[in-house]
T-cell receptor, first 114, second 113 residues
Framework: DTGVSQDPRHKITKRGQNVTFRCDPI?????LYWYRQTLGQGPEFLTY????????KSRLLSDRFSAERPKGSFSTLEIQRTEQGDSAMYLC????????????FGPGTRLTVL | AQSVTQPDIHITVSEGASLELRCNYS??????LFWYVQSPGQGLQLLLK??????LVQGIKGFEAEFKRSQSSFNLRKPSVHWSDAAEYFC???????????FGKGTRLHILP
């Protein structure tokens, strides 16, 4: 399967713990996006990368959140000192960029903070 | 600010019946519009998109959508639904050439046998 993959698919953690999610985009795609989706809502943009450069961050991305894409391939999203309000589905998408191209989404990582 | 409104949180239709899911957007210029579908445990899948040109857009799985500038709408339609169409549907708008997408809150489609 050459689609976008995310790991883990599910994560349960206790409040205050740190968690890290990984996204592997489609190999030739240079743009990678992170979205957050809470119950009853559509996905909300968090941040995106062009190759290894993080180009934009939403105000939703508090200082407890950090994202990296060190070699312009896979990306990680870390949440420090998790809070119950962080419980959500975290979606990753990738695209080859340029004049608008389709974003391909991964299956998401569902985070539950107890 | 750009926004997308999907007025129906849930829609229930019988298998074989026609379907229309509503979407209204707020945007200052010509928008790029999308419909995505999300099945349980699956990622979002693009059904169709509108950038310019013909206002009636054909997509995958027998879906179509019509862009109506005067009504700021981009409603999704299907002439005959199948049980496998049960899922959540998201309308979205993309501003200019920035790839960031703004999603609506979604409409969950239920199919009656």
């Amino acid at each position: 399967d050459t689609g976008v993959s995310q790991d883990p698919r599910h994560k349960i953690t206790k409040r205050g713990q740190n968690v890290t999610f990984r996204c592997d985009p489609i190999s030739e795609h240079n743009r990678l996006y992170w979205y957050r989706q809470t119950l009853g809502q559509g996905p909300e943009f968090l941040t995106y990368f062009q190759n290894e450069a993080q180009l934009e961050k939403s105000r939703l991305l508090s200082d407890r959140f950090s994202a990296e894409r060190p070699k312009g391939s896979f990306s990680t999203l870390e949440i420090q000192r998790t809070e119950q309000g962080d419980s959500a589905m975290y979606l990753c998408a990738s695209t080859s960029g340029g004049y608008y191209n389709e974003q391909f989404f991964g299956p998401g990582t569902r985070l539950t903070v107890l | 600010a750009q926004s997308v409104t999907q007025p129906d949180i849930h829609i229930t239709v019988s298998e074989g019946a026609s379907l229309e899911l509503r979407c209204n957007y707020s945007y200052g210029a010509t928008p790029y519009l999308f419909w995505y579908v999300q099945s349980p445990g699956q990622g979002l899948q693009l059904l169709l998109k509108y950038f310019s040109g013909d206002t009636l857009v054909q997509g995958i799985k027998g879906f179509e959508a019509e862009f109506k500038r005067s009504q700021s709408s981009f409603n999704l339609r299907k002439p005959s639904v199948h049980w496998s169409d049960a899922a959540e549907y998201f309308c979205a708008v993309g501003p200019n050439r920035d790839d960031k997408i703004i999603f609506g809150k979604g409409t969950r489609l239920h199919i009656l046998p």
